[in-house]
């Protein structure tokens, strides 16, 4: 883990309150994993203030890009960060995604839920794995992130609105059910790797412990300290509670515990 001075290098908007930023931290760079995390600390902020955690989007070539939505006031400050400023970033935070798949991977995300999954997608296929599937929901089609990114890694995309302005109308799982039954009754065999909000979270966890696969499912917790201090980020898992920000924040599947 490492606190770093890191230089913004892009910070642009993307749509629909969306952003996405690059900085410059090599060392960082080279040890983190998809999944995994960083704690930024918002320079407009008062001094006080805590750090605020984002997943990673990607981590390669001496550069870590997050992609973030604006939600509130640490987000709206981050806001106002420009390309030169200096960031202190702590990280590599939390355990990640396996980057090893027996049989296709099937990602599935919701809204900026897609950002870990964007940087497995690019390690599973750097590892070979040759069917990497990723399965986009949100409400709108503003909410749909880094489509064009995935394909250009050479994943295949299913997308799904709740208004039907792009891709199936419906749920996300929609187009993950047509995909998953095709594979049973071929004999494939998958692994699901999901990041979003809670009940697209549980379902996707049930679908994975309801057919004996294996499931990776990356908790979205107020991870306020990062380290497991602050017991802020409780999940319940079959163990007990676990910090999101030290035992996950991806968990296998069988061993969450829901409401």
């Known amino acids: 883990m490492q606190d770093a001075s890191a230089k913004v290098l892009e910070h642009s908007e993307i749509g629909a309150g969306y952003r996405f930023l690059v900085f410059e931290a090599p060392e960082m760079a080279k040890s983190l994993s998809p999944g995994q995390f960083v704690h930024v600390k918002v320079p407009s902020l008062e001094a006080s203030a805590l750090r605020r ?13 997050i992609l973030y939505k604006t939600v509130g006031r640490g987000t709206a400050a981050l806001n106002s960060v420009k390309v030169g400023d200096v960031l202190r970033v702590l990280g590599p935070l939390g355990h990640g995604f396996p980057t090893v798949c027996d049989g296709s991977a099937m990602l599935v995300g919701g809204g900026y839920g897609v950002a870990p999954l964007h940087f497995l997608a690019r390690a599973l296929k750097s590892s070979g794995q040759a069917d990497v599937k990723i399965f986009i929901g949100g409400r709108t089609k503003a909410d749909l992130l880094a489509v064009d990114r995935f394909r250009s890694l050479g994943v295949d995309v299913f997308l799904a609105t709740n208004d039907g302005s792009e891709g199936v109308k419906g749920l996300v799982t929609d187009p993950l059910d047509d995909e998953l039954a095709r594979l049973r009754e071929t004999g494939g065999r998958f692994e699901l790797f999901a990041c979003g909000p809670d009940p697209m979270l549980k379902a996707v966890a049930l679908r994975a ?12 917790r107020h ?4 380290v497991g201090a602050c017991y802020a980020c409780i999940q319940k898992t079959v163990r007990g509670n676990s910090r999101c920000c030290v035992e996950g924040p991806v968990f296998r599947a069988e061993d969450l515990v829901w409401e």
Request: charged content about 15%; aromatic content about 10%.
């Open 223 to 226: 991870m306020i300290c990062g």
């Open 209 to 220: 412990t309801g057919t004996a696969s294996r499931g990776w499912i990356s908790m979205d």
């Open 53 to 65: 955690p984002f997943s990673v989007f990607d981590a390669a070539d001496g550069k870590v890009s």
